[in-house]
């Protein structure tokens, strides 16, 4: 588990900063840190993570959206959705991006952990 690496792009620093606390916590490794859609773009097209924590909500746009389609065109990445948005125009508009997962704030690292967890695994299975 110490080696999975993980890409946070969230726009509150003070819930990013939660989230690689929680991260630590259980050994995963926090790869970078991107707090909006053209840090997240850049981060990605410099490293591979292993999973990505993705906010919807990005500097008051829905941008987590876009930057999922993106993962999915270019990089076939696992990916979960972490939002305070839980209404169902929302969920219809990111279930097409095919999140592993769907937290939403507030969490606790239990939630983060084990959504994690079943994310990455869901993700070997279906790469096999």
């Known amino acids: 588990m110490a080696n999975i690496q993980i890409l946070i792009v969230e726009d509150e620093p003070l819930i990013a900063e939660d989230i690689c606390e929680y991260l630590s916590n259980v050994?995963?490794?926090?790869?970078?840190?991107?707090?909006?859609?053209?840090?997240?773009?850049?981060?990605?097209?410099?490293?591979?993570?292993?999973?990505?924590?993705?906010?919807i909500n990005l500097g008051g746009n829905l941008d987590g959206i876009e930057i999922a389609h993106l993962i999915n065109q270019k990089y076939q990445l696992p990916f979960i959705f972490l939002t305070s948005y839980a209404h169902k125009s929302i969920l219809d508009q990111v279930k097409?991006?095919?999140?592993?997962g769907y937290i939403v704030k507030p969490f606790t690292e239990k939630d983060l952990f084990s959504s994690i967890e079943i994310a990455l695994y869901n993700f070997s299975q279906s790469a096999q």
Do not use: F, G
């Open 27 to 55: 050994d995963y490794c926090v790869l970078d840190v991107a707090y909006n859609k053209s840090q997240a773009l850049n981060a990605l097209e410099m490293q591979t993570p292993d999973m990505i924590l993705l906010d």
């Open 96 to 100: 097409v991006t095919r999140p592993l």
